[in-house]
């Protein structure tokens, strides 16, 4: 255990998955402990029921008057009945070929006049985890989930990045990263800033891209822990075979 | 996050596969297959899996007999006692600034041929399981050793599976070095692997050497930790959160 426990006031998050529990009290047994998992699981799975609270969360602009239930009703119904109109304009603008699903040159070309450039296998990443096959193609249920992800990855990064300088750093990104739930240790910290940063001026930080394959990373890898760890006790069981299939489509991209 | 003694320190490389029996070298330990049918039960070896350098008499475990200037010619304490001296002169011709240390360009030169680049994706991974943990993007001397003769040993690997003398190995070749390397993969897992070298022209999926590394490397390195969470040889393990992270992200391949 890496005996990182810090739990930093006002996120409601706490202990984090898998960080040290404190004095006293047994590894994730306790019913408060069950709670912040429970919260974590609504961070995690906010995207299933959209409502306009968690679309607030990313500074969401409000729907244009142009949309409307009339619209939505000219949408095959594969949108959530209340799934935000923009969510469903962006996803028609990202079909170009009108096939009903998003290819991932679609998805890299929508992504990047969004915010920034990205690259081929941070959008077959993306699709893996949402779609949680390797089709590399997303539908409008799936779509709205990566979208609110996205959102508020970038909000995180918006928010932690301080100074402003473009670049996330280790103590930014241990933050932002408890913001969406995620707590990793200082081990692990110090890992992702590694894979994920580049060297500029005095230390190694992270881009904005670069941010959003580590999100994706990490919550890909832990979705994939806890889902062997159905009792919340913070330790998994893997065959090999298991683990080989959770871990490389992460690490071979 | 333990080390697993085999390089000292370097915390995350894997341990080297062996020369293969045609070297005429005492065929040792083999990396008890994970899963394969007879299996050994030798537990994890403490000592290193390369110890038959190139054709030394006797081993030096790298790190332990550290002495300062003995066989470098740089004049700086670099190698172990005992490196071949072949190791160092790479060495010295690789340091190309002189620097006393290999950076990623310098790898990348001194592996590209004049047919082909060396991937700086593998150049990159290389590094970084064999860097000492205070160094950034380089490796010393003594690193530098470990993950020469590493790379020595792929090769040769690598030359006796590719039976037809392509340049490449594809998936059976594949399923067969990983073999050989006693690793026997599940079907799904090669599978998987092969994917993720699909260039998706619809042409079979081939691995040259650089990619062969790669891939091995990770597999290699991901089977030697999950072994150590399984002392019984069960064929699943338990482990942590953090220890799964920890275990995992070393061998994530970034394009930084």
Known sequence: MSGYSHSPPGYGYGYGYGSASPPGQPYGETPQAQHQYDHKAQAYDAPAKPHKNQAGRGGYPAPAPSYGSLFAALVPSVFPPGTDPEIIACFQLADQDGSGFIDDK?????????NQRFSLRTVHLLMYLFTRTNTRKIGPKEFAALFYSLKSWRGAFERFDRD???????????????????????????L??????????????????????????????????????????????FTYEEFMLTVLPFLIA | ????????????????????????????????????????????????????????????????SFSSSSSSSYGQSGFPAGT??????????VDRDRSGYIDEHELQQALSSGYQRFSLRTIRLLI??????????????????ALWICL??????????????????????????????????????????ISKYDDGSGRRVELNFDSFVECGMIVRGLTDRFKEKDRRHAGSATFGYDEFMSMVIPFLVSYN
């Open chain 2, 84 to 93: 071949d001296p072949a190791v160092i002169r790479s060495f010295e011709m």
């Open chain 1, 106 to 114: 679609e998805m890299q070309r929508a992504l990047s006049s969004y």
């Open chain 2, 152 to 193: 020595g040993q792929w090769r040769s690997i690598f030359e006796r599976y590719d039976k037809d003398r392509s340049g490449k190995i594809d998936s059976m070749e594949l399923r067969d070095a990983l073999y050989g390397l006693g690793l026997a993969m599940p079907p799904s897992v090669l599978q998987l692997l």
């Open chain 1, 164 to 190: 402003r300088s473009g670049f996330i750093d280790a103590n930014e990104l241990r933050d932002a990263l408890l913001s969406l739930g995620f707590a990793v240790s200082p081990v692990v910290l110090e």
């Open chain 1, 192 to 237: 992702l800033v590694y894979k994920f940063g580049k060297t500029g001026g005095k230390k190694r930080a992270i881009e904005y891209d670069k941010f959003i394959e580590c999100c994706l990373t990490v919550k890909g890898l832990t979705e994939k822990f806890k889902e062997k760890d159905k009792a919340y006790t913070g330790m998994g069981t």
């Open chain 2, 1 to 64: 996050m333990a080390s697993n003694g085999k390089y000292g320190s370097h915390p995350y490389a894997p341990s080297a596969p062996s020369l293969p029996e045609s070297y005429g070298q005492q065929h040792t330990q083999y990396p008890h297959g994970y899963g394969r049918p007879q299996q050994q039960h030798n537990s994890s070896s403490s000592s290193p899996q390369y110890s038959h350098g190139y054709g030394q008499p006797q081993h030096q475990p790298y790190g332990s």
């Open chain 2, 128 to 145: 970084f399981l064999f860097k000492s943990p205070t160094d950034s993007l380089r490796v010393g001397p003594k690193e530098f050793a």
